[in-house]
């Protein structure tokens, strides 16, 4: 497993923007697809978006598209999300994960994850 550390949360309001960054332990980061999921309270740990290790290929979640933007820098060991246009709905505990190294699948599920980070908390007022 990989260590993940992410940063960035806050409190912003409703159209504002922020940058998560997620930072890993070790030298093997470019062999690792990521991804970000949220849970807000009451609710599910929900998949938000994804960059595999091979080709850098994106998924996203309908509710986010067109407002964040996932991106990785392995010479930082660094996957960053950008989020645009925040929503209060967009409200939650955000956590990085990482899959096991060279593999990229049903990136859309918490279970193919092996390791995550602590979580940094966003909130959106309106």
């Known amino acids: 497993q990989v260590q993940l550390v992410e940063s960035g949360g806050g409190l912003v309001q409703a159209g504002d923007s922020l940058r998560l960054s997620c930072t890993a332990s070790?030298?093997?980061?470019?062999?690792?697809?990521m991804g970000w999921f949220r849970q807000a309270p009451g609710k599910e740990r929900e998949f938000v978006t994804a960059i595999t290790w091979i080709a850098d290929s994106t998924y996203y979640a309908d509710s986010v598209k067109g407002r964040f933007t996932i991106s990785r820098d392995n010479a930082k060991n660094t996957v960053y999300l950008q989020m645009n246009n925040l929503k209060p709905e967009d409200t939650a505990v955000y956590y990085c994960a990482a899959q096991k190294p060279y593999y990229s699948g049903r990136n859309y599920a918490a279970a193919s994850y092996d390791s995550w980070g602590q979580g940094t908390q966003v909130t959106v007022s309106s």
């Open positions: 070790g030298r093997t980061f470019r062999t690792y697809t």
